[in-house]
């Protein structure tokens, strides 16, 4: 949903490109440490988030990694730099960033087990429904509620009053995975318009 107005912020994203490519950063060095600020904010959440200065730290790795995460595409598309393994690994340290935040969670007993499993299977469904229809000539960029960036902004938003109230990491996650659900389906509904036209 939100990748439907990236170009409202398109051009700030090209800006820090130039000052990234300046500094002499790559895209994959870009992605490498986003990834890493990811995985510092799952070590965080499995700490338990015991203070408020913990909560803060996590919700700072995670805007941060969500940030680096967004700039390496715009590098890579800037100076003609993107590549198959350029976009595979993005792709997998996504996915894998992904499997670290909820297990975290799962682990400091912010999350129960089974809200943890539902909420990830979900979220890696809907990545993997985008890039199985892909193949099929149907493009799904923007279709659903709950794409990464959304799941991110839920995941952190509730972070933040966890410092307030223990239960809304509980209730971040079930709206991850409700929504995560419900884009599942929508994209499968999607995909089942698309190819009954062309056929």
């Given at each position: 949903?939100?990748?439907?107005?990236?170009?409202?912020?398109?051009?700030?994203?090209?800006?820090?490109?130039?000052?990234?490519?300046?500094?002499?950063?790559?895209?994959?060095?870009?992605?490498?440490?986003?990834?890493?600020?990811?995985?510092?904010?799952?070590?965080?959440?499995?700490?338990?988030?015991?203070?408020?200065w913990?909560?803060?730290?996590?919700?700072?790795?995670?805007?941060?990694?969500?940030?680096?995460?967004?700039?390496?595409?715009?590098?890579?598309?800037?100076?003609?730099?993107?590549?198959?393994?350029?976009?595979?690994?993005?792709?997998?340290?996504d996915?894998?960033?992904?499997?670290?935040?909820?297990?975290?969670?799962?682990?400091?007993?912010?999350?129960?087990?089974?809200?943890?499993?539902?909420?990830?299977?979900?979220?890696?469904?809907?990545?993997?429904?985008?890039?199985?229809?892909?193949?099929?000539?149907?493009?799904?960029?923007?279709?659903?509620?709950?794409?990464?960036?959304?799941?991110?902004?839920?995941?952190?938003?509730?972070?933040?009053?966890?410092?307030?109230?223990?239960l809304?990491?509980?209730?971040?996650?079930?709206?991850?995975?409700?929504?995560?659900?419900?884009?599942?389906?929508?994209?499968?509904?999607r995909?089942?318009?698309?190819?009954?036209?062309?056929?």
């Amino acid at each position: 949903m939100l990748s439907k107005i990236q170009y409202l912020v398109e051009g700030h994203f090209q800006r820090a490109a130039g000052a990234f490519n300046k500094t002499g950063f790559t895209p994959n060095s870009v992605t490498s440490i986003g990834f890493l600020l990811t995985l510092a904010a799952s070590l965080l959440y499995s700490s338990g988030l015991g203070t408020v200065w913990l909560v803060w730290g996590t919700v700072l790795a995670l805007l941060i990694g969500a940030y680096f995460d967004a700039i390496d595409g715009a590098m890579a598309r800037r100076y003609h730099q993107t590549s198959k393994m350029g976009g595979i690994l993005d792709s997998v340290l996504d996915r894998v960033g992904e499997i670290t935040l909820y297990a975290g969670l799962f682990a400091g007993g912010l999350v129960p087990g089974w809200l943890s499993l539902w909420t990830l299977s979900a979220s890696l469904m809907v990545s993997y429904v985008r890039a199985r229809v892909d193949v099929e000539g149907v493009k799904l960029k923007g279709v659903g509620l709950a794409e990464r960036p959304e799941r991110l902004l839920i995941l952190m938003i509730a972070t933040i009053f966890a410092a307030f109230n223990s239960l809304s990491l509980e209730l971040g996650a079930g709206l991850v995975a409700l929504l995560s659900t419900v884009t599942i389906v929508e994209r499968l509904y999607r995909t089942r318009v698309e190819l009954s036209g062309s056929g």
